[in-house]
């Protein structure tokens, strides 16, 4: 038997989090944290590596025989490319909170949260089995949940709520859908839970409509797609900064993962049935969203509501059927981890300063704190898709290939991208220039952003500015998994119009 | 409809054409440079700039110069850096074409960019942000050069949002000030509005074409449905409007004046602004196909250079006079375009002179305002051309120009636009001529009030000549403005004919009957210009007036008003009603369903009354249930 | 012989009328026999039924069930009793503080 | 008169088959023993020589019981009294592992300031001067020992009785004993022997509707034996009144029992109301017994009235979810929270016992596997989170009511976090063995044709959420209670709280032993 890499990936992390529950110092307790995220990214780049090299790293063991689940892992392009931004991202948010909030619970208590969320997330992005991904998907709530509120704002205990209840309902209703799987599968003689097996078993009727609706409005919670999108500023607001990197950059980013996994994955019929719902759901989304960041007096929530935008955009990308916009959707989701991320940090460097996340409390930093004011822009600029980051070559697969299939919803849908431009700049504006306040000359001056806040900031913006002069690699990586869901759901591209151009 | 001779396909790089991508790179990273290394750099970080814009110059030259060595159908020359993406059917490259219309771009962009370079170390010496200043237009220069250079449109709009992006950083430069913030923001988003018509029209031809290459979709363009055709035309049109300030997108440009004024010069006159009459006649081939959208462009055309000229007859901001004439001036470039193949070369010969001859004017302008510490305000000016000679006398060499003074620069090139909008339709014509009028007389206006009359210096400005580095860049500009027009004019429609497809006609330096009718309106705008601001002592305030002209052009044209009410005002409305609607009502929905199933509790606990006898009868009741339930089922 | 129906349906009256006692008498003593009342319909129905059967099971039960109830008893008088103790009141009504 | 003396004349001695029957025999035993020792013993070994006895004894049962069910060891026993069979297995394992870790609890004295949490004497009125008398010469029921066990052998015998008059003497046996421990409280002796009170004559009142029913059945089969129903009832052709009005009294009887509506309402009061180790013992072991009994009464012996029968499970299972769920959302006092909160379980039971999947391939759950996984899941956490509940205190005794346990988590993490755990676990949240049983018993009456009453519950599970999220929140969101603290428990409280966690947390991760173990058990014979 070859070594479980996938098995072993996942673990690192929880076990890190587990010992880390121990009694042991500060000091001691953040160097252990740090040193098993960096062992975890070294071991999912590892994987990385002999994923391309073309190595099987499937695991496939019986979990509970009775019930036809198995402990399947495996992983796939957009698996490994969610797997990577968590291991990227998770020893970010460690030296970011290398110091959390005063009047919270410990550092250690901090690190070993994000280490078993880690953990968590990794083994959802890698499950190969309903059941399995479904047991990690709930699972994330948990440590989420405290490290909501353990460490979050005034109104932690509230938010922290409010994210869970909205979770566990969607979560609630998708295991009424993950048992029906099996009694449906079980009744055509495949009673599994393996994703491969299912793929075998046919979901017809109503009833595969009910029970891939009972998946998607999971994620429709978990992606936030509007009107189940509410939970999500608050959680943010109301969390740290390094809390939410995590639960926007890397535990919503399952939602759109499930989408395309489990209900294209299982529910080729009942998914292009709902498509054109979908797609104007998402067009919603994306407006509603930035709408919502227009009218954010909260940098968090501004935040957060730049993410229901984005998200819409995965969504459209999703459901619109074609190789370039599901490529662009899953490279969004990679991308958009990443400039959720620097928004998130950097706010969250700035509030440090104020100990305030109202945009009204800002005004005029960019000059006594320009490397501060510059992370800012870079980062909003990301956020806003500007070409030459990332987040642009996703957003624009989307979009032209969208286009070629429904023009008029996307030309909606892009008067998101207008007002990108405005709640990023508004909000850069009014926060960054103008005559310098006493308030900012009080707290910003000679305190730019210090040597570990830039260790931060260095990589997300490295990896933005990468994968966005060099994206090729990443999109074939990702591209596969499109393109075996096309084919598993039965569309094609629609062809050039014009013949002969080429 | 003309149909086109095939357009060569370009050739491979070879020799100094596998250099091409240095002109970006280099600009490119010393920008990066520059912002990273801080202040590390700052002692030495705008000569190096300036060295990085004249490479680029040198290698624009040396590739120009091969060109004109090799024969016609060799000088387009493709050189393919790298797959920037495929996905799909769909490969997007990182690609340059250095064709005889790109490589006079590039030329224009890095001289102007060079000589914009040198005026600014001394028209920037003693900002402290010197260096970042630099680092922005080598950011600038960088971008605006891929824009021209790409061979597709994807890459295209990369350096068109690129340019955007410098625009920005460079327009809010002075941050402090909330009026430079608030521009800035306002051209990167009315920009934004543009670049929805960039991305819907290289979406189109993506599904159209399958590829979003010049070449590719050039050959297509004749046999796209001419719906689609059209379709893709207004979006460029609408990417250009944002680009270019064309009506309706045309606000941001007089507010994008609170940039430091080579910003202006360089950005907002010479180069940025006029890629949208590049996207056009890049896309002369999809045009040719839509005849309706061309007509929207020689329409947009025609509206914006009377409305650019409008706003530049009661503007007091020497700059923002200029910034109308911007537009009035693109607006002509426009017009050419959108005339066809007739106007190609036309929208391209004026634009390469009004890069000269503005860029002189703002710089001018700038060395006056450095002069005036800073004031813009033309009624605070007067008599200067007694204490600024040089700049005097070089923004006259513009002035001329600008206003067709027989031979100088804007002199061919505006009056070949006018004759081509005359034998394209008679009122769009007498439009172009009208306008001409105007800019005359705006321009003698801008004339008297700056150099000519008494004066009008605000107490303690002493108004002073520039040092050399700004004066030298301003003699080389004065001498293309005067230059550039008769140098060109025979020669430029020969030399684009490959790239766009333009027909050379014969031309000759003897005015034709619309040439004469030109001069005949120009001198009538000069004339009377004189009698009104030349004779009469000008008012150090503007006077109150109810002329609804003069306050439509102060107001600029209510365009602000008309965004306000139209889009702004929705929007925050809307954004208001978001935040109110989440909090309110999906919440308060989660909420209620939360205070129903707690109002349920609290009722369903009185049941539960703690007397014994009381639970024995819910049992018993419990048995009548059970009753009625299995003689239900007995019954079904 | 009567019909052995009629024993079943003595049992039942004889079940609901204890029954209600149980619903209707304050008294922990009372409702207390009215349950053994209960018990006892209950023996009239197994012994109805042995009858029927003409088996001894039924006879038999009766037998268990009644040491049953007299162990119930027991118990059931203990605490009643601890009640009375504490309270000097048997009515079930009394011991409410339990409730909600 | 000769037909009726002949049997009695021709009557042999009865078999036992002693070794199959020693876990039961064993416990019996004990019991009488502890009876005994009370006796004998002086006061001052008393506690001793019980705790001996009972913890030794439950070993030995223990043993037994492995022997036995790996040597497959089973069938129709005691002259057809009892059935050993799978299930019988899976759930004496179960009752013995969670009658001796509710004991261990019986035995904490160290949070009490050295005395156990029972009554010094439960004879002497509250408040009165026999009562400080005995308080002050540091009395104790020991007897509450043999009482458990008791209780715990005829649990032992309800569940695995294949005759109906046995399956009513186990009922009593185990009833009886929980009356008297119900009142056996030292702390608030008037609500403790209210419960008892009322555990009592309601007791007693559904134990008259079980009898009832008995005789409807025997009346119309001739016999208390369970297969014997079943063969009855296939074979009848004629009316079927007398085995519905069976059916329906049987099933008040085993359904008060289980706890479920709108035969609940003892639950509340009397969990309130009993010491908190018995609360404990009780919400496990009798839910366990009587659904044990259910399943055998109604799979065994009545299955071919399958049809009437499931319909109105399906209703009283809708019912008890949702008023357990909704009564649980406004208590304020944790025990009648974790009431409630057993009532929704119940529901959540009967949701697979309506589904009754029991013909699968080999290998694959059923109902009845289902449901034994639930109830062992169920009962880790039950055990679990009552003993944690006797840990936090104020200066009378246990603090019960919700808001003081305000902020416990900055007093004690562990209590906070274990009690999280336990809390998940209720609401079936995923890594814990509540949710795999949750998931297992969804699938069991989805598989059984069930599938809406899968959607109800899985609502009604989400509005459940809420309340066990309220506890967490309550521990972990809010300021600290004053007055309020961890109490310093000894290992007989640790114990079963830690072992309890582990099992919960093993379940949740990896289940499959368990499961197999339950699947393999197979269904119940006739």
Not at chain 1, 176 to 202: E, N
Request: aromatic letters at 12%; hydrophobic letters at 55%.
């Amino acid at each position: 038997m070859t070594f479980p890499w996938l098995t072993f990936l996942g673990l690192l992390p929880l076990v890190g989090g587990v010992l880390l529950f121990l009694p042991m110092g500060r000091g001691a307790a953040r160097t252990l944290g740090l040193v098993f995220s960096g062992v975890t990214l070294a071991v999912a780049i590892a994987v990385t590596a002999l994923h391309v090299g073309g190595a099987d790293l499937a695991v496939q063991v019986p979990w509970i025989r009775a019930f036809g689940a198995w402990w399947a892992l495996d992983v796939d392009g957009m698996g490994l490319a969610m797997v990577l931004m968590t291991a990227v991202l998770t020893p970010i948010v460690l030296l970011a909170e290398w110091e959390p909030p005063a009047m919270r619970w410990s550092a250690q208590a901090f690190f070993a949260l994000v280490l078993i969320l880690e953990g968590l997330s990794l083994f959802v992005f890698m499950a190969n089995d309903v059941l399995l991904f479904y047991l990690f998907f709930e699972a994330t709530l948990i440590p989420t949940y405290f490290l909501i509120v353990g460490f979050g704002g005034v109104r932690r205990s509230y938010a922290a709520v409010k994210f869970l209840l909205f979770s566990l309902a969607g979560g609630l209703i998708m295991l009424a859908s993950v048992v029906g799987v099996y009694v449906v599968g079980a009744a055509q003689g495949v009673p599994s839970y393996l994703v491969s097996d299912l793929a075998a078993v046919r979901f017809d009727g109503d009833l595969g409509r009910w029970l891939m609706l009972g998946f998607l409005i999971a994620f429709v919670v978990k992606a936030p797609m509007v009107p189940l999108h509410t939970w999500l500023p608050d959680a943010a607001e109301h969390s740290t900064p390094g809390t939410a990197t995590l639960l926007v950059g890397v535990l919503d980013k399952i939602g759109t993962f499930g989408m395309i996994k489990l209900c294209l994955g299982l529910f080729p019929e009942a998914s292009l049935w709902i498509t054109p719902f979908m797609v104007w759901f998402a067009v919603i989304s994306i407006i509603w969203g930035a709408l919502g960041a227009i009218g954010s007096r909260n940098l968090m929530r501004l935040v957060a509501y730049t993410s229901v935008s984005h998200f819409g955009f995965m969504v459209l990308g999703i459901y619109a059927f074609t190789t370039a916009s599901m490529t662009g959707s899953i490279f969004y989701m990679l991308n958009h981890g990443f400039s959720t991320a620097a928004m998130f940090l950097v706010v969250g460097f700035m509030a440090k300063r104020t100990g305030s996340y109202d945009i009204a409390a800002y005004g005029g930093v960019q000059k006594v704190a320009p490397v501060l004011a510059g992370v800012l822009l870079v980062s909003g600029l990301a956020t806003l898709s500007l070409p030459g980051l990332a987040p642009f070559v996703s957003e624009f697969m989307v979009i032209a290939g969208t286009w070629t299939r429904y023009p008029v919803v996307t030309a909606v849908s892009i008067i998101g991208v207008v007002l990108a431009a405005v709640y990023i700049l508004r909000m850069y504006q009014r926060t960054m220039t103008g005559p310098v306040t006493d308030e900012t000359a009080a707290r910003f001056t000679g305190r730019d952003l210090t040597g570990i806040e830039k260790a931060v900031m260095v990589p997300i913006i490295g990896v933005l500015l990468v994968l966005g002069f060099y994206p090729q690699p990443a999109v074939q990586l990702v591209e596969p998994t499109a393109k075996a869901t096309l084919a598993y759901v039965g569309t094609t591209d629609p062809a050039p119009v014009v013949k002969g151009a080429k | 409809m003309i149909l086109l001779e095939t357009i060569a396909e370009p050739v491979a790089a070879t020799g100094m054409f596998t250099w091409a991508w240095t002109m970006i790179a280099v600009p490119a990273i010393v920008a990066g440079l520059l912002l990273l290394a801080g202040k590390l750099s700052d002692a030495w970080g705008h000569l190096v700039a300036t060295a990085a814009v004249f490479w680029s110059f040198a290698i624009a030259v040396c590739l120009f110069a091969e060109q004109l060595l090799a024969p016609a159908t060799e000088r387009a020359v493709a050189a393919p850096a790298y797959t920037w993406f495929s996905v799909g059917e769909w490969t997007f490259q990182v690609g340059l074409l250095v064709d005889q219309l790109s490589i006079l771009f590039a030329m224009l962009i890095t001289g102007v960019g060079g000589l914009i370079h040198v005026y600014s170390i001394g028209y920037m010496s003693h900002d402290p942000r010197r260096r970042r200043f630099f680092a922005y237009l080598n950011l600038f220069i960088a971008a605006m050069l891929l824009l021209v250079l790409a061979d597709n449109y994807l890459i295209l709009f990369v350096g068109w949002e690129g340019v955007g992006l410098a625009s920005y950083l460079l327009i809010s430069f002075w941050q402090h000030k909330p009026s430079a913030a608030a521009a800035g923001t306002k051209a990167f988003v009315m920009n934004r509005v543009g670049d929805l018509g960039m991305l819907m029209a290289i979406s189109t031809m993506l599904a159209m074409f399958g590829s979003s290459k010049f070449t590719e979709v050039n050959a297509g363009a004749a046999s796209t449905e001419p719906m689609w055709a059209t379709l893709i035309g207004l979006f460029l049109l609408l990417g250009a409007c944002g680009k270019s300030a064309q009506v309706p997108l045309q606000a941001w440009l007089l507010d994008a004046m609170e940039g430091p004024t080579p910003v202006s010069a360089l950005i907002h006159a010479a180069t940025m602004v006029t890629a949208g009459v590049y996207l056009v006649v890049r896309s002369h081939a999809l045009f040719e196909a839509a005849p309706t959208a061309q007509m929207a462009v020689i329409i947009v055309a025609t509206v914006t250079l009377l409305a650019g000229a409008w706003i530049g007859t009661s503007q007091d901001d020497i700059k923002k006079v200029l910034a109308g004439s911007t537009m009035s001036q693109i607006g002509y470039m426009m017009l050419a375009a959108g005339i066809g193949p007739a106007g190609y070369a036309f929208a391209i010969f004026h634009l390469l002179t009004h890069g000269f001859f503005k860029a002189n004017m703002f710089l001018g302008a700038g060395s006056v305002m450095h002069g005036m510490n800073d004031d813009v305000d033309m009624r605070h000016y007067g008599a200067l051309s007694k204490v600024m000679k040089v700049t005097f006398l070089t923004f006259a060499m513009g002035y001329l120009a600008i206003i067709g003074f027989p031979f100088f620069s804007g002199y061919f090139s505006k009056d070949h636009i006018i004759e081509a909008a005359f034998a394209d339709n008679t009122f769009i014509g007498v439009c172009a001529l009208i306008g001409a009028g105007i800019t005359a007389f705006y321009m003698t206006r801008l004339m008297l009030m700056t150099f000519f009359g008494e004066k009008r210096w605000q107490p303690g400005v002493h108004p002073h000549e520039s040092p050399k580095v700004m004066t030298i860049p301003l003699i080389i500009l004065a001498i293309l403005s005067v230059g550039a027009g008769i140098v060109l004019n025979f020669w430029i429609q020969e030399w684009l004919a490959p790239a766009v497809g333009n027909h050379p006609h014969e031309l000759s330096l003897v005015p034709t009957p619309v040439g004469w009718m030109t001069m005949a309106v120009v001198a009538l705008g000069v004339v009377a210009a004189w009698l009104v601001f030349g004779r009469s002592s000008i008012p150090v305030t503007a006077p109150a007036t109810n002329n609804p002209i003069t306050l439509a052009g102060r107001n600029v044209l209510f365009g602000d008003q008309v965004n306000d009410f139209l889009f702004v005002s929705p929007t925050t409305a809307l954004a208001t009603g978001i935040d109110t609607t989440d909090a309110r009502g999906i919440d308060r929905m989660v909420d209620g369903g939360a205070q129903a199933f707690g109002g349920l509790s609290t009722q369903m606990r009185r049941l539960q009354t703690g007397y014994a006898r009381s639970y024995a009868l819910t049992m018993v009741f419990g048995a009548l249930v059970v009753g009625a339930v299995l003689i239900l089922t007995q019954l079904g | 012989m009567m019909n052995p129906e009629n024993y079943l349906i003595l049992a039942a009256l004889l079940f609901a009328i204890g029954s209600v006692g149980v619903l209707t008498r304050r008294n922990a003593l009372v409702a207390f026999m009215c349950v053994e009342l209960m018990l006892n319909a209950c023996n009239l129905a197994l012994v109805a039924g042995s009858h029927i059967h003409g088996a001894l099971d039924g006879q038999v039960a009766a037998f268990f069930v009644m040491v049953v109830a007299a162990a119930e008893v027991v118990v059931g008088l203990a605490i009643i009793v601890m009640i009375y103790r504490t309270r000097r009141s048997t009515s079930v009504d009394d011991a409410n503080l339990l409730k909600l | 008169m000769s037909s009726i003396l002949m049997p009695v004349l021709e009557m042999a001695a009865p078999t036992l088959e002693w070794r199959a029957l020693a876990p039961v025999l064993l416990v019996f035993a004990a019991a009488c023993v502890g009876i005994l020792l009370e006796a004998v013993l002086p006061r001052a070994y008393r506690f001793l020589g019980q705790m001996t006895l009972v913890f030794a004894t439950a070993l030995v049962s223990i043993g037994f019981l492995v022997i036995n069910w790996r040597g497959q060891y089973g069938g129709r026993l005691a002259m057809g009294s009892i059935m050993l069979d799978g299930p019988t297995y899976f759930m004496w394992a179960s009752l013995l592992v969670f009658g001796t870790l509710a004991f261990m609890v019986f035995s904490e004295r160290q949070l009490n300031g050295g005395a156990t949490t029972f009554a010094a004497s439960a004879a002497s009125v509250p408040g009165s001067l026999d009562e400080a008398d005995a308080t002050a010469a540091r009395y104790e029921h020991t007897e509450v020992f043999p009482l458990g066990l008791f209780a715990l052998g005829g649990m032992m015998v309800f569940l695995a009785s294949s005759d109906l008059i046995v399956m009513f003497v186990a009922l009593e046996v185990f009833s009886l004993p929980l009356y008297l421990l119900s009142g056996m409280a030292r702390r608030r002796r008037l609500l403790s022997q209210e419960a008892a009170l009322k555990y009592f004559l309601l007791g007693a009142f559904s134990s008259g509707f079980f009898l009832f029913g008995i005789a409807m059945l025997y009346v119309f089969s001739g016999s208390l034996d369970l297969a014997a129903i079943h063969t009855a009832i296939e074979g009848n052709a004629g009316s079927n009144g007398l085995v519905m009005i069976g059916l329906a009294f049987i099933a008040i009887g085993l359904l008060f029992k289980v706890g479920v509506v709108p035969f609940h309402s003892w639950t509340p009061d009397v969990y309130m109301g009993a010491p908190t180790p018995v609360t404990g013992f009780m919400a496990i072991a009798t839910k366990l017994a009587a659904v044990g009994a259910t399943m055998r009464v109604f799979y065994v012996a009545l299955d071919g009235e399958r049809w009437s029968w499931q319909p109105l499970f399906a209703v009283l299972a809708v019912l008890t979810m949702v008023v357990g769920i909704i009564g649980a959302l406004t208590q304020s006092d944790i025990k009648r929270l974790l009431a409630y909160s057993s009532i929704a379980h119940a529901g959540f039971i009967l949701v697979a016992l309506v589904g009754a999947t029991q013909t699968v391939a080999a290998g694959e759950g059923t109902s009845a596997s289902a449901i034994m996984f639930y109830l062992a899941a169920y009962g880790f956490a039950t055990i679990g989170a009552f003993a944690l509940v006797t840990m936090v205190r104020n200066a009378a005794g246990e603090e019960n009511n919700i808001d003081g346990w305000s902020g416990v988590a900055a007093k004690n993490p562990w209590v906070a976090g274990l009690m999280s755990l336990f809390m998940l676990s209720f609401a079936g949240i995923p890594l814990t063995g509540g949710f795999i049983g949750k998931w297992a018993v969804f699938t069991a009456a989805w598989r059984g044709g069930y599938g809406w009453l899968v959607i109800v519950a899985v609502l009604a599970s989400l509005v459940a959420v809420y309340f066990y999220l309220r506890l967490i929140v309550v521990m972990f969101g809010r300021k600290e209670a004053k007055g309020v603290y961890v109490g310093n428990a000894s290992a007989w409280t640790w114990i079963p709280v830690v072992v309890g966690a582990v099992a919960t947390v093993w379940m949740g991760l990896v289940p499959d032993q368990v499961m197999q173990l339950a699947t393999f058990a197979g269904g119940f014979l006739r």
